[in-house]
């Protein structure tokens, strides 16, 4: 009962839709969608059936180094691909798209080398963050940033070639590595840095496998091109330039209390926190993104060929509205004596804390989804502006925290702030899919 109900926070929600869908349809689009999002829940089962037992293991400061670890390593891993793996989907020809990845990965590798050279001052960097024990695990940094770029590039890849099936055993693999690596090193007594061994050793396992199994689709990234990496870095610069910094903003937006309110409140807090956004935001993350990653490759597609999509796209977001907010509701009403049960005492306050963003986690259930909009129709400008103003506010929630001495509020005003601009983003979203349907209407007539 506990994990079907924390699973409903975020995988039901579209677990439902995405069933409806398949009840009635029998489409391409559809198993794809369906093949991603249930291997998701697969392993947002595995990883939290083991939560009971981790939170017994290790102390909440463990936790909070571990995500003190993977707010930096995600920061550094957006800026280590500069956003080029999402080109990958857009060139009609298939060795131009694998230029794209090289480019990508040359990105990334010049990346790795700065990060290394800031191994010897991890030190100051702990001590600025006031968080001594980051210091010994800081050179992980640079094998997570590079299995992350490196997934990045390689999940873009078999998408393009709709290799869904690959996709899907590679999230559960790595799900599955990072239980059992996180239970074994608990178990050896390293319990400060197992956590974060753990998220290194699991990506590498999962890509290696992904790797070994299509070996087609790996080499099928080397094949020749005649135009030089720089003409294709150039042609689609609005990436790096527009997309990156969007996305750099947004995750630096969502690793906030990690970095700014950890020196003020500790990593006790923040492992709260952490744990919090482990229960409830990242099941919705990696549901979401599912669905966003099938929808990407599909309405690109439809664009290209002039087709409509406006009433297929409202049809399935009001049906997540349908089933989204009530069960919100429900969850919000039980979720102290769940988190109690699930986790054990002591875990109060990671309850208090998931009820503070559930208007926030509501909009991101409902939204996230369809940011795909901004790169299909060449909006990244827009939204970068909304990202700013996102920061902006998101900086001014964590100083008011901050200034009242209640780490509390920081995560009220944080959750306020998220979800008005989730909300602004949707109208966007609106009218740039109104005009679209009205200029294909208009050239249609003609």
Request: charged share 10%; glycine share 6%; hydrophobic share 55%.
């Amino acid at each position: 009962m506990i994990n079907k109900s924390h699973l409903s926070t975020g995988g039901a929600i579209f677990f439902s839709m995405g069933w409806n869908i398949l009840q009635k349809t029998h489409n391409e689009l559809v198993h794809n969608t369906a093949r991603l999002l249930f291997a998701n829940i697969i392993a947002q089962v595995i990883g939290l059936l083991v939560y009971p037992v981790l939170t017994r293991m290790y102390a909440p400061d463990d936790f909070g180094l571990l995500n003190l670890f993977m707010s930096i390593g995600g920061i550094l891993s957006l800026l280590a691909t500069s956003e080029y793996q999402n080109a990958v989907l857009l060139p009609s020809h298939e060795n131009e798209a694998a230029g794209v990845a090289r480019v990508a990965l040359c990105v990334l590798l010049g990346w790795l080398i700065v990060i290394t050279l800031t191994i010897p001052f991890s030190a100051s960097i702990a001590h600025l963050l006031k968080a001594p024990s980051l210091s010994a695990v800081y050179w992980l940094l640079v094998p997570y940033v590079g299995l992350t770029g490196c997934w990045a590039v390689y999940n873009a890849w078999l998408t393009r070639r709709r290799e869904y099936g690959r996709i899907s055993a590679c999230q559960l693999n790595q799900s599955a590595t990072g239980v059992l690596t996180k239970l074994l090193f608990g178990w050896l007594g390293w319990l400060r840095s197992g956590l974060v061994l753990s998220s290194v050793l699991s990506p590498f396992i999962a890509v290696s496998v992904a790797v070994c199994r299509s070996k087609e689709a790996f080499h099928g990234l080397w094949q020749s091109h005649d135009e030089p990496i720089k003409d294709i870095a150039n042609r689609y610069k609005r990436f790096p330039l527009y997309s990156m910094p969007r996305t750099l903003i947004n995750n630096l937006s969502g690793n906030l209390p990690a970095l700014l309110l950890t020196p003020y409140f500790g990593l006790n807090q923040l492992g709260f926190f952490a744990m919090a956004m482990t229960l409830a935001f990242r099941p919705i993350s990696m549901i979401t993104s599912s669905v966003h990653q099938v929808l990407f490759e599909h309405v690109a597609q439809s664009v290209r060929n002039h087709e409509s999509i406006v009433p297929w796209l409202r049809k399935q977001w009001l049906r997540a509205v349908a089933f989204v907010i009530p069960v919100m509701a429900v969850i919000t009403v039980i979720l102290p004596w769940l988190v109690n049960l699930f986790l054990g005492d002591g875990w109060e306050k990671t309850a208090a804390l998931i009820r503070y963003m559930m208007p926030w986690m509501t909009c991101v259930c409902l939204v996230a989804p369809l940011a795909f909009i901004s790169e299909v129709f060449g909006k990244q400008k827009l939204f970068l502006v909304l990202e700013i103003v996102y920061l902006v506010l998101r900086v001014a929630a964590m100083g008011i925290g901050i200034w009242v001495n209640s780490f509390e509020w920081a995560i009220i005003l944080m959750s306020v702030a998220g979800t008005v601009v989730l909300l602004a983003q949707l109208v966007c979203y609106i009218v740039i899919l109104k005009r679209y349907e009205l200029s294909r209407l208009t050239q249609a007539g003609e």
